[in-house]
């Protein structure tokens, strides 16, 4: 397997701002190349490519030495960056979506560099006998790693990302051994949902946090004191910082919330089914229509600030990978007409739904949860699956 390992840096302040100055200069690096292909197209109608780039390196190192000073493989990943980009950009034309030109970053917008290979301008463990886990940067040295779990696994790429006034390493590993788990002879299906974040088909039900609602006072105040602020000042950053800090918090405190559920449900099921939910376009901006624009734009923007709240995407990342390591099997099915079917005689109609939390069939007057409904509906279409894939 392959799997992803984030850790905190624990940086001396000539670290912290050798890391900074790497970031700045390979942020320079990405706008000007960038600038390369978007001036020789515009000119002479010819395509740059990652190999030309990648050719001008050693010339660009020896004519700037900011540059010169870091890892020739860091900054390669650097330009496959923007190639990536560039690459997206055309396959959504091709797509015929909208395309969104790749764009120059702002010194706010660039905060990862990648090391392709251990070993190759950085080094994991770099001092196993210190006592203390550390990483090497070619250009920042040896760095203090907290260190909170084993690393797995073979050491593939190494990842430095700034968030906030905080440095993590990120580590991919290859050849990560899987650790399955006692069968437990159980399935379930689960209903994703904003009352409620999740409920099984056997009734049981996970509160939604609301991490976000939660901090939202804290949030607008902090932001009323950003506007406050003259932009390019000293006490701007510091407001501008105050608020990113928070929206961490809040996208931490949803992540815990998200392996904490996915584990529990890992451990007392072997297959997990779920709705394979299009959260994109469940969340877009309610239009109105000609006659009446603008109708329920305010109600339809609070459902999908709750439904962005809830995590359902990232929960649903995190299910997937620990079912992968545990053994478990994972199902996702199609999800509409699950909550206005009745699981006793099948019959679908949106009568059914009598409310949104009550569910009571017009044929068999079957009547239970709609969010226990949903959940039977979704295991039943999910083993039924799974048995036309077993034979």
């Avoid at 900011?66 to 330009?79: E, I, M, N, V, Y």
């Avoid at 949803?254 to 959260?279: F, G, N, P, S």
């Amino acid at each position: 397997m392959i799997r992803a390992y984030a850790f905190l840096l624990r940086p001396t302040a000539r670290q912290a701002a050798a890391l900074a100055a790497c970031v700045e200069d390979h942020r320079q690096l990405y706008n000007a190349a960038l600038a390369e292909r978007r001036e020789a197209y515009r000119r002479s109608r010819v395509s740059v490519r990652y190999g030309d780039q990648s050719a001008q390196l050693k010339d660009i190192r020896r004519a700037d030495p900011d540059q010169g000073r870091w890892s020739f493989s860091s900054q390669q990943a650097t330009l496959r960056r923007l190639d990536k980009a560039f690459a997206a950009f055309f396959g959504r034309v091709k797509a015929g979506q909208t395309p969104g030109y790749p764009r120059f970053k702002g010194a706010g917008w660039f905060d990862t560099v990648q090391w392709p290979k251990d070993g190759d301008g950085c080094r994991w463990d770099s001092i196993p006998d210190s006592g203390q886990t550390r990483v090497y940067l070619q250009g920042v040295g040896h760095i203090r790693v907290h260190a909170h779990r084993k690393v797995d696994g073979r050491v593939k790429t190494i990842s430095v990302k700034r968030e906030g006034r905080r440095w993590y390493a990120v580590l991919a590993c290859d050849d990560v051994p899987a650790e399955p788990l006692t069968a437990t002879g159980s399935a379930v299906g689960i209903d994703m949902g904003v009352a409620s974040f999740l409920t099984t088909n056997d009734g049981v039900q996970v509160g939604n946090p609301r991490h976000l609602a939660a901090s939202a006072d804290r949030l607008a105040q902090a932001q009323r004191a950003l506007a406050r602020r003259r932009r390019g000042s000293n006490r701007r950053c510091k407001a501008r910082a105050q608020v990113a800090a928070l929206h961490a918090k809040v996208r931490r405190q949803r992540r815990d919330h998200a392996h904490k559920t996915a584990l529990w449900l890992v451990r007392q099921h072997d297959v997990i089914a779920h709705e394979d939910l299009r959260i994109a376009n469940m969340t877009r901006s309610a239009r109105g229509t000609i006659g009446a624009p603008g109708v329920n734009v305010a109600a339809k923007a609070g459902l999908n600030r709750s439904v962005l709240d809830a995590g359902w995407g990232m929960f649903l990342a995190i299910l997937s990978a620990k079912a992968e390591s545990a053994g478990r099997t994972i199902i996702a099915v199609d999800p509409r007409n699950t909550s206005r079917t009745c699981p006793r005689c099948g019959h679908c109609a949106k009568e059914n739904r009598v409310t949104q939390a009550d569910f009571q069939c017009v044929r068999c007057a079957y009547s239970a949860h709609s969010d226990v409904v949903g959940a039977s509906n979704v295991l039943r279409a999910g083993l039924a699956r799974q048995a036309a894939t077993a034979t």
